[in-house]
């Protein structure tokens, strides 16, 4: 007697198990794969937005720096200016004080019959052209000018008749000494 034992169905069955257990491991494995990629996805979106907002925050800051630079600019042109008009107010003011000397000189060293008709300064030089009667009047008034404290000693450049022939007019150069600046005093 033999006992022959069929072993197919209880095969069917682990075979169905075994199929079973694999498509659950595959639905399981689907479902972590699914829910790492959406994590990584999730993490690199984040990831982005804060560069972005970095981004953004370094853009704004550029923005306002260049801005101040532009105020900076615009200060310090505004500084040059207000420089430049400081000196300028401070020569205006040491020109006025000269100009009450210059012509309180000129007037105090008139000789008796001379008549300025005009007096031009540029810088520390001083050209004055005037009439006088005679010869005489106008070496007077070199002379008187010569004496004179706040003026240097003066260069006559021209003297000639008046177009009427009743006088003569002459032309002179003097310098003042209060203007003249060190490097104009040497020669």
Excluded at 58 to 83: C, N, S, V
Excluded at 131 to 160: C, I, K, N, T, Y
């Amino acid at each position: 007697m033999s006992i022959t034992i069929n072993l197919l169905p209880w095969r069917e069955q682990q075979r169905e198990r075994r199929t079973r257990r694999f498509y659950h491991l595959m639905v399981v494995m689907l479902l972590v794969g699914a829910g790492l990629g959406w994590g990584i996805a999730k993490f690199y979106a984040a990831q982005v937005a804060a560069q972005q907002q970095r981004n953004a925050f370094i853009e704004a800051q550029a923005r306002e720096l260049t801005e101040d630079i532009g105020d900076l600019e615009r200060y310090q042109t505004d500084a040059l200016r207000l420089g430049e008009q400081l000196v300028l107010f401070q020569t205006l003011q040491t020109q006025r004080a000269s100009t009450v000397e210059l012509f309180n000189a000129l007037a105090g060293s008139v000789a008796s019959g001379v008549v300025y008709q005009q007096v031009s300064r540029s810088g520390a030089q001083v050209s004055v052209e005037g009439v006088a009667a005679s010869e005489r009047q106008v070496s007077e008034q070199l002379r008187q000018v010569a004496d004179s404290a706040a003026l240097g000693v003066p260069s006559l450049s021209e003297v000639e008749s008046d177009a009427e022939g009743s006088g003569r007019q002459f032309r002179f150069d003097v310098e003042q000494p209060s203007l003249a600046t060190p490097a104009e005093e040497q020669p």
